[in-house]
């Protein structure tokens, strides 16, 4: 069985600073990687995937991610973050065949602070 | 061009009543999924569809039920509500399992 796990439920950071957003996940078979980000009432949008090759990923609004398979980890991260990056992020992993379940982390509540 | 559509966006039942969820998209997408967003929970997957015919069971199914009849529609029925599923529903569609899904505007639920 796959799962996905956000450790920060919450991070406060200043504007113009970096950002890291923890994501580890675990499945017996490999996964297809996303990270979406959620305004407040409305739904998910998509910042990024990794499907394969480079582990390097960049996505909309200046994100970037890391796939990093020996550690299971698909952290998320912005040099410098504005007020507009206020929001909630989710990790989440599909399998490449069988089921078609997705798994979400739980998330975590990104605010930048003035 | 629409997207994923969901209606209605907000709704109050009363314990034992039914009611059903409508979600369309207008994108040809094949994959369609619905989800409960609890705080603290993340989204949870309650049903799926892999194609209009074929639907199956995610995490948290009970309570629910689904049908696929066209590729466009997927609506998700309660046929008896319960305080428990009081929650926010998504609905989202994708193209293939190796492209993103694609997220309605949710129905905000409350069950009284």
């Known amino acids: 069985a796959q799962s996905v796990t956000q450790l920060d439920s919450q991070v406060p950071v200043f504007e113009e600073a970096p950002v890291e957003l923890r994501c580890n996940y675990s499945?017996?078979?490999?996964?297809?990687l996303f990270w979406y980000v959620q305004y407040p009432n409305q739904g998910l949008q998509l910042l990024l995937k990794?499907?394969?090759?480079?582990?390097l990923v960049k996505g909309i609004n200046g994100f970037e991610a890391e796939f990093n398979k020996s550690q299971t980890s698909f952290h998320l991260r912005k040099p410098s973050v504005h007020i507009s990056d206020t929001a909630e992020y989710f990790c989440a992993v599909s399998p490449p065949s069988g089921t078609y379940k997705y798994i979400f982390g739980t998330g975590t509540r990104l605010k930048v602070l003035a | 061009n629409a997207g994923v559509t969901q209606t209605p966006k907000f709704q109050v039942l009363k314990t034992g009543q039914s009611m059903t969820l409508q979600c369309a998209q207008d994108?040809?997408?094949?994959?369609m999924s619905w989800y409960r967003q609890d705080p603290g929970m993340g989204l949870r997957l309650i049903h799926y569809?892999?194609?209009?015919?074929?639907?199956d069971q995610g995490e948290v199914p009970n309570g629910y039920n689904v049908s696929r009849s066209t590729t466009e529609d997927f609506p998700l029925r309660l046929l008896s509500a319960a305080p428990s599923q009081t929650s926010v529903y998504f609905c989202?569609?994708?193209?293939?399992?190796?492209?993103?899904?694609?997220f309605g505007d949710g129905t905000r639920l409350s069950i009284l």
């Open positions: 994108m040809n997408h094949e994959y």
């Open positions: 990794y499907l394969s090759g480079s582990t």
């Open positions: 569809s892999v194609g209009a015919g074929i639907t």
């Open positions: 499945s017996s078979v490999s996964v297809y």
């Open positions: 989202a569609s994708s193209y293939a399992r190796n492209q993103p899904q694609h």
